[in-house]
């Protein structure tokens, strides 16, 4: 048997799997960390295990010793520095369309897309600033109840009214589940991100609100009317108003039109 041939003998099917599933989960790991302060704390680990290495080497014993009742805590220390990202990643996986398709309401999320379209166009046209967060599958019930409930049918009229500025609910967030408006004047993270200096705080909160929950979330600009989106902590600005319905189709996993 050759080298080639013995080598290959050694490997499974199972291992090779194993491998592409493991450097998928890293790079989603890279992919949720790039741009945030988890990528220093997890530089600042790697640099501890460097440390432990060469301790562990010069036989140190005072400082094993010491590393050692550290590393009684080290797992529940990943859990908490790394919660944000760790959160995120779960997000990702309830969010795969085997999970979806058992959560998903069709027809009554493809009305609530259209009016919600509506209303962001009028806004747009008319500069009123608003900041609306459309829930998923992670509950944004802890938000919700920092604003005032309402619980009223949705309707592109209902959303614009809210968001006038004579409106006293018409600061902070309005909350949408399916076709509910569940709350309005809520308060949303803000994002630690580092962003245009230019962008307000809306869409700061937005980021932060989808680094947080795969909630998507529409912001329109007070200065310019200019429709914006977020998404998985990313931001995406001068939308359409025709982008923006298939962004909410895509958002909200409908598989035809608004």
Not at 59 to 78: C, K, P, R
Not at 97 to 125: H, T
Not at 171 to 184: F, N, Q, S, T
Request: proline share 3%; charged share 20%; hydrophobic share 55%.
């Amino acid at each position: 048997m050759t080298a080639p041939e013995w080598l290959l003998s050694l490997v499974r099917p199972v291992d090779v799997l194993e491998i592409v599933l493991v450097a998928y989960l890293l790079y989603r790991l890279y992919r949720l960390m790039r741009g945030t302060i988890a990528v220093q704390l997890f530089l600042g680990l790697v640099a501890l295990l460097v440390v432990q290495a060469g301790v562990v080497a010069a036989d140190m014993t005072v400082l094993q010793a010491l590393f050692g009742a550290v590393a009684d805590v080290f797992v529940l220390a990943l859990v908490v520095l790394f919660q944000p990202e760790l959160r995120r990643l779960l997000l990702l996986l309830g969010q795969n369309p085997l999970v979806r398709r058992f959560v998903s309401d069709g027809g009554a999320r493809g009305a609530a897309a259209e009016e919600i379209a509506l209303a962001c166009a009028e806004m747009s046209r008319r500069r009123i600033g608003a900041l609306i967060a459309v829930e998923r599958t992670a509950g944004l019930r802890s938000y919700a109840e920092t604003g005032t409930a309402l619980h009223a049918r949705l309707h592109h009229d209902l959303l614009v009214t809210l968001f006038y500025g004579k409106n006293p609910l018409h600061d902070g967030a309005v909350i949408l589940r399916g076709g509910v408006v569940e709350a309005a004047r809520c308060i949303l993270p803000v994002t630690p991100s580092d962003l245009d200096p230019l962008l307000g705080l809306r869409h700061r909160a937005a980021v932060g609100l989808t680094e947080q929950t795969d909630a998507f979330v529409i912001v329109v600009s007070e200065e310019t009317g200019r429709i914006a989106t977020a998404s998985g902590g990313v931001l995406t600005e001068n939308v359409s108003d025709e982008a923006l319905r298939r962004y909410l189709v895509g958002a909200l996993g409908l598989a035809g039109g608004a």
